[in-house]
């Protein structure tokens, strides 16, 4: 499945903002969609994931202020991002798998992949 990520932007600690992942393809309902994301000179991390079933999955850290969910109608997954701070920036790319309803934050593990969205977020 081919994936765009979309909705990144420069903004101000304590704001929020919506990212959105949209397949191209109607089996998106079939596939587990992650959040990564990766900052200047870190390793890509996971931040969450929602499988076809819609089991949500958070990183560590990640649990309150991050919210996924989908619209399998949309072919586009979600992620909601409260209270911004600024070491949430980096590039946020979302991936995919097939039919998988379980935890695995390993970026290998996915072989679908987004080009990135740009998440700036300054004090």
């Known amino acids: 499945v081919q994936l765009q990520a979309s909705g990144g932007g420069s903004v101000q600690a304590g704001g929020s903002l919506r990212l959105s992942c949209t397949a191209s393809?109607?089996?998106?309902?079939?596939?587990?969609i992650a959040w990564f994301r990766q900052a200047p000179g870190k390793e890509r991390g996971f931040v969450a994931s929602?499988?076809?079933?819609?089991?949500?999955y958070y990183g560590d850290s990640m649990k309150g202020r991050f919210t996924i969910f989908r619209r399998n109608a949309e072919n586009t997954a979600y992620l909601e991002i409260d209270k911004l701070k600024p070491e949430d920036t980096a590039a946020y790319y979302c991936?995919?798998?097939?039919?998988?309803?379980?935890?695995?934050?390993?970026?290998?593990?996915?072989?679908?992949w987004g080009q990135g969205t740009q998440v700036t977020v300054s004090s």
């Open positions: 393809e109607r089996t998106f309902s079939s596939y587990t």
């Open positions: 991936a995919g798998k097939f039919q998988s309803d379980f935890y695995d934050p390993r970026a290998d593990a996915y072989g679908s």
């Open positions: 929602i499988g076809w079933l819609e089991g949500q």
